[in-house]
């Protein structure tokens, strides 16, 4: 410590050492006309010390402050608490909530910046009472030993240790690392005799704990956790206080006045503060570590991030294991509060709660974004493949595929799945699914029936599903279960909006971070995000594609039948729609009331959008087929269209223009061959060259007088019309 000697050691001449002890001595006077002499803070220690020089008292009251220290600055948070306390109550509002809010958040991060703020004022008024100090040992040559601005700090790093421990709960922290500890590292044996603390503590005013039984702050094994600490990272700290003060700072026992109840959460809260404070204090003590950094950096790693995990890792196994893990939440308050237009699975707002707790951590702890997104990896992963478990129950994957269903049977196949989403009918899907300020009307389907976005797709299932037979449709592998169907509607939109969430809030913080991180695992963490998210949107995009594929499929398994017929022969009462339409058509209804309110309208279009082109090209097809029909069998079959088109039409809002032409081209047999060449001479083809071949060949299996050769005489004058109208 600082004495007279070592000072006037540090002077370059005893005339310069008067002059400039003069000069202090000229402003060290007391105005005894000044009403509130406090006022001027600092003329007024200049006064005291200047009076406890002259008395002699200058060693004893440097003796005073660095014995009193630690206890005075506990008064001030003991104070500025019991203010903060009566102000909260002033206010109405709850001092200790039952859940967490932001007047918890606000309370506490008031009654820290008070805290501080004092500190900091306590630190300057130590700076200039030094300064007056070492003069007057230069000016009385007083022999004493004068304390640091380095233990004034060192005395607010250990106040504000504490100040964490009562707010984080540190006897958690204490018994965890014990437990731990006993697992990783046996070298330290001081570690198993670290002990609670002895502090009582009063959950603001009038409440009380229960006293302890046991009291060990003054027994030899007793290691306060600051101390232990500052012995665990060796010297480097270098920050010293003298025997008295530790002393005290041990046998320390001023009651603890809480404002808030003490939670290791509360680490979220006063994070970012308590980082700005640490900086300020190493800064101050040139730039030597304190203690609260290596607190704050345990605790959160060792600690703090483990609960998390712990907690989230615990509720995402509820929400996918429990009886309600694959129920539809439809509640419109739940679904405003998560954005959500459409029902979504429980499971899927649990995994988000889960994800959204992940990402206020990286705003709240941002030097741990590695460690955090590195478990959002996990349990966004984890609920993934539960999710792809759920779907493989539902379609029936597994050794048996013999009992998977067939859409997603035929999905499994590559060039499949790759062909869908080249066809024109997707690419408009995914343009609708985007962003763009476009209203359903201009995504609408277009007219007439040679769409080539409709006509693509229906060639690539007539030439899957006909022109092989490596997926029979029947009953047993198609989705005929409606609850089934509602659920994987609701995985689709639950999927793809938790894909839209995760690209929304993460990728954002991970590509951030992957440009300022420079640590390589750090960097592995946006990756891994990434491709996450592609997972999901995939599977959305799967799911998707797997409800359009399943209705055109069930349209094969109730239409087909229908269309293969070889007999249209029928009296006139049997001109009724067939059986399975009215069974197609009922199915369709309950389908789409399904679809429509689990799916967004872009997404419902999709699904049902383009079945009028394919039915109207199947049931165009049946004259291949066909063997013995009359006029009543036509009828029969303009009938059963037309059911079909006014089912689709109040589904797709559309006028199903395809299934108009079907009918056009059925009543077409009403016309002889010769009538029929004469409308294609002059209004034009309407229907391809073999649709035109199987009505002419038809005519010849059921019109008099009209033989298999008439026809084909007819056939190549179609033929030689059609090649020269090229």
Known sequence: MMNAESESQGTPSSNQDKTSLEALLEDVKEDVLVRDPEEDTVHFIAILIESLSILGAVPEAIATIQKDMSKQLSKVVEHLTDQVAASIEKRGETLFPQKASVHQSKHLIELLGLCFEKFRAIAQAHSVALRHFKRAIQAYNITADLYKDSTVWAAIDFRLNEFLRDYLDFHDVRTSSIKTASFQDTSDVALYFEPHTSKKRHFGRGHHTHKQLFSFERSGLAINVSTFLREHRGEDQNISLPPSLKEQQR?????????????????TIVFNLVQKYIKEMESANGGKPCTVRALMEEFVQNHYIDEVHSSLTEKLELSTKGTDAHKVVMDELQLKKFVSVKPLLRGTMSIWECMSRLHQLTEQLPPYVG???????????????????????????????AETLASAKWLLEPHVLDKFKLLSSWKHAQQAQSRRKKTMDELGADSGPASSRFAEETGLLLEEMIGSESFPVNRDNILLDKDDLRLLASLQESIEWLALKVHREFLAVTTQDDEEETDGEDKEQPRSMEELHQTLTDFADRLLLLLHVEMRLQCFYYLLPVATRTNYKCDEGEVTVEGAVQEFNRNLISIEEIIAGALQPHKSKYVFEGLGHLIAKLMRGSTRHIQKINPNGIKKMCRTIFSIQQNLTNITMAREHDLDLARQYFELLHLNADELLKVIFEQGAVFTEDEYENAILLMSRFKPNFSEESAKARISQLTEYLNESI
């Open 371 to 401: 460690p955090v997104m590195h478990m959002a990896c996990g349990l966004l992963g984890a609920y993934s493949d539960h999710c792809q478990t759920l779907y493989r129950r539902i379609v029936r994957l597994g050794d048996d595929s």
């Open 251 to 267: 046998n320390l026992s001023i009651p603890a006045v809480l404002i808030c109840k003490p939670q290791a959460s509360n680490i």
